[in-house]
Every structure is written in structure tokens, then in C-alpha cells.
């Protein structure tokens, strides 16, 4: 087989390749290939609040058609037990509260 230059691959080539050295490293290093390639799903910013849920409170959101504040609402009664405690119940009710204004004007 004839070698070829780093000049002379492919796009395809390339992201192959670059794939392949990936999973390798994160084999060497005892993770997941999708450590590799983190998303907004398996990144959390702030804390481990959210990771212990069976599914993600904003996906539940977004597949819900939820808005602003029925989605804020859901968003602070799924963490309450496991961040904000209480404050978070309050925090709830607050966006229950200028849902049900909103709506009843």
C-alpha cells in the first residue's frame, strides 16, 4: 500500500483519522468515546444538580412546548430536593404565579 502525505487526504480522510486518535485517547483513559465529544447534555455548568435525573429537565421543556415561566417553574421544582431546597419551591411558585397572572388578565 502506498503512503500517503498528510497533504494528499481527504476531508473524509481526515475527520477518520482524527476520529480514530480521539476514541483512542479517551480508551486510554478508561472513558466513554462521547467524553471525547461533550454536549450540552453531558456538560454541566454549575454543579451536578441535574445529573442524578433520569432525563433532563430542559429536554422535558423543550419537548413539552413549555414557555419562560411554566418552563422556569419545572426547571426549580425537578432540582429542589438536590440544590436550592425551599428557596427553590419559592422560586416555583413565583413563575406559577405570574404564569396564572398572565394568563388570567
Known amino acids: 500500500m502506498e503512503r500517503k502525505s498528510i497533504d494528499d487526504a481527504t476531508p473524509e480522510e ?3 483519522s482524527a476520529q480514530a486518535v ?17 454536549t450540552a447534555n453531558t456538560v454541566q455548568v454549575g454543579g451536578t444538580h441535574y445529573k442524578h435525573m433520569k ?8 419537548a413539552w412546548g413549555m414557555g419562560y415561566f411554566d418552563g422556569n417553574a419545572v426547571k426549580y421544582l425537578s432540582r429542589w430536593k438536590n440544590k436550592g431546597g425551599v ?3 419559592r422560586k416555583a411558585r413565583h413563575y406559577i404565579d405570574k404564569l396564572i397572572e398572565l394568563e388570567t388578565k
Not at 22 to 38: D, I, K, Q, V, Y
Open 14 to 16: 481526515w475527520n477518520a
Open 22 to 38: 480521539m476514541n483512542n485517547m479517551a480508551s486510554t483513559l478508561g472513558r466513554p468515546a462521547e467524553w471525547m465529544h461533550p
Open 55 to 62: 432525563y433532563e429537565t430542559w429536554d422535558v421543556i423543550a
Open 87 to 89: 428557596e427553590d419551591l
